[in-house]
């Protein structure tokens, strides 16, 4: 008996430590909630979604970096680059931001289509040039 | 479980929620994004084809002429707006630089835009020694070269584009595209139609933004 109260306590106290560990699980879910939306393809659904993770907490880059994404996908680029920069300035380290950011600027500078995948013919330029 | 071994589990949860509180988790994702268009076609009415100024005659067929069907038809439907064509030489290269040629050239047509440029199509033969790809469970032997014919077929097209209202040029790029082909009784205008869909492809992608598949990461935390 005394063994049974004690193994439940442990699991008791292990679920608060990872709820507390990991932060209030609600921006979470809608964290997640809002990137399955984009991946059905329901953009106002994700803005809404990560716009809700950032009035409850405003210092969270990857909200500001999902955002950025949402709006790029639906062509506001003033409002992209202007979360890209917030998500940048909270996690300046963070590789997939810097990612998506690079890709994105590139995309606003572009004067030349990226490199098309290498064709027969485009071979055969390279091969049969003098 | 005896109560010494507690502290032993505290400090494995404890690590455990370490290592999955600091890793990011992030989803890769696909996604079209619009690429920004370079002229904002909403601000103009229609489209005025002038003749292309020439680099080099074409024998086979009149490069200007086959310009203006192909991008007349295509600008029209591509872009829905009404095309026109205008009649008047150009002089030389030095018009695209002269605002107020193109803003005296259709005093009438206020919202327009105009489609002009140089043009240059030009196609030869080339021989190279080629190695055939070699394929699995082939014989073992080094491939052999073979001398092989193409023949190639070029268009530079370097496209302006003026407002008609200001003079001032709304967009200027330079396209050249080639095409290998091994048919040796290639015909020039058939080699044409290839290479004016590509350059105009890459136009319409430019001008009117369209959009393209490129990959994001979401993250979750």
């Known amino acids: 008996m005394k063994k049974n109260t004690f193994s439940f306590s442990i699991g008791i106290l292990s679920s608060i430590f990872l709820l507390a560990a990991c932060g209030s699980a609600r921006p979470r879910n809608q964290m997640k909630f809002g990137i399955q939306a984009a991946q059905s393809d329901l953009w106002d659904e994700a803005i809404f979604r990560w716009q809700k993770v950032l009035k409850a907490d405003p210092e969270s880059a990857a909200a500001h970096n999902n955002l950025a994404v949402a709006y790029e996908r639906k062509g506001l680029w003033e409002n992209a680059e202007q979360e ?47 | 479980m005896s109560r010494t071994s507690a502290p032993k589990w505290m400090i494995l949860l404890a690590a455990m929620g370490a290592v999955a509180c600091a890793s990011s988790e992030h989803f890769r994702t696909r996604i079209q994004i619009p690429h920004k268009p370079e002229v904002n076609l909403a601000d103009f009415d229609g489209i005025v084809l002038t003749d292309f100024l020439l680099k080099s005659e074409v ?9 203006r069907e192909y991008f007349g038809t295509e600008l029209s439907v591509g872009l829905g707006k009404e095309v026109e064509r205008n009649s008047a030489s150009l002089p030389d290269e030095s018009v695209f630089e002269d605002q107020e040629f193109w803003k005296n050239l259709a005093p009438d047509r206020k919202k327009s835009l105009f489609f002009a440029g140089t043009a240059e199509f030009s196609q030869e033969t080339r021989k190279a020694l080629i190695a055939r790809e070699k394929k699995r469970f082939e014989e073992p032997f080094p491939a052999r070269k073979t001398l092989e014919t193409r023949k190639f077929f070029s268009l530079n097209m370097h496209i302006h584009i003026f407002s008609s209202e200001t003079g001032s040029a709304v967009f200027e790029r330079e396209f050249k595209e080639t095409r290998a082909y091994t048919n040796p009784n290639q015909t020039a ?16 992608r430019a001008i009117s933004g369209g959009e393209r598949i490129q990959e994001r990461y979401l993250i979750i935390r």
């Open chain 2, 59 to 67: 024998e086979e067929f009149d490069l200007n002429q086959e310009i």
């Open chain 1, 84 to 130: 890209y920069q917030r998500a940048l300035r909270l996690d300046p380290e963070n590789e997939y931001i810097q990612s998506n950011y690079n890709k994105f600027q590139r995309n606003l500078e572009a004067t030349e289509d990226d490199p098309e995948p290498e064709k027969k013919e485009k071979k055969d330029v390279k091969n049969f040039s003098p």
């Open chain 2, 189 to 204: 205008h058939f080699a044409f139609f290839d290479l004016a869909y590509e350059i105009k492809e890459k136009l319409f």
